[in-house]
């Protein structure tokens, strides 16, 4: 149980186009999803927090036009890099948190690889 | 501000010997604490965590110490195999604050010798 998806798993784009990342929770009501960034070889990033039905909480220095957050269900998160840039490549990864299930416990998907050439 | 800071940042063990990463925060306030295992390309897993009301946590091969007072905490790998070879993060959060964000460390890369 507690299983997150992320599609797709890796994506190439041109720069100044737009990608969409898909983040769900396959077996469990998701409240409330994460978006972290991860560059080679270092720690995870907390880009922004979504509750479901709401707008997206960002950490500071991350620009909410340029990584629109929609949380629209339960079981559904998407992060959209608009216009992106070389310098937008890099691992994105979702987690989310199962409030029927545990207090404290994130689940996390398997990241989508985007490269922006 | 790196709120938990995480050492060393590599490490390489033999196998069937102990790996040991250690971890100190300074937000006081954080309750919940737990380490996850990353194998490249992948998402983190969670390994084990634990809370403040205990000193230390065993599942299997791996065990958490915490040390309260220190405001730190560590992860031992016992009995290391190769197919442990892999980066780990440990983690920080406040269960009841708003968000309930997780804080990690920078990671450490343990590399198990055959």
């Known amino acids: 149980g507690a299983v997150v998806s992320q599609h797709p798993s890796w994506v190439i784009c041109k720069s100044g186009t737009s990608v969409k990342i898909e983040c769900r929770s396959l077996d469990f009501q998701a409240t409330t999803m994460f978006w972290y960034r991860q560059f080679p070889k270092q720690s995870l990033m907390l880009m922004a927090t979504s509750n479901e039905g709401s707008k997206a909480t960002y950490e500071q220095g991350v620009e909410k036009d340029k990584f629109l957050i929609n949380h629209a269900s339960l079981t559904l998160s998407t992060l959209t890099v608009t216009s992106a840039h070389p310098e937008d490549s890099s691992f994105y990864i979702c987690?989310?948190?199962?409030?029927?299930?545990?207090?404290?416990?994130?689940?996390f998907g398997p990241g989508t690889r985007l490269t922006v050439t | 501000q790196q709120q938990v800071k995480q050492s060393p940042q590599s490490l390489i063990v033999q196998k069937g010997g102990i790996s040991i990463i250690n971890c100190a925060y300074e937000n006081t306030a954080f309750d919940y604490f737990p380490w996850y295992q990353q194998f490249p390309g992948k998402g983190p897993a969670l390994l084990i965590a634990?809370?403040?009301?205990?000193s230390e946590k065993k599942e299997g091969r791996f065990t958490i110490s915490f040390n309260k007072s220190a405001k730190q905490f560590s992860l031992h790998i016992m009995d290391s195999q190769p197919g442990d070879s892999a980066t780990y993060f440990c983690a920080a959060s406040m269960i009841k604050a708003a968000g309930n964000k997780l804080t990690f460390g920078g990671g450490t890369r343990v590399l198990v010798k055959p």
């Open positions: 987690s989310a948190r199962d409030w029927g299930r545990s207090l404290d416990e994130q689940y």
């Open positions: 634990i809370r403040p009301d205990v």
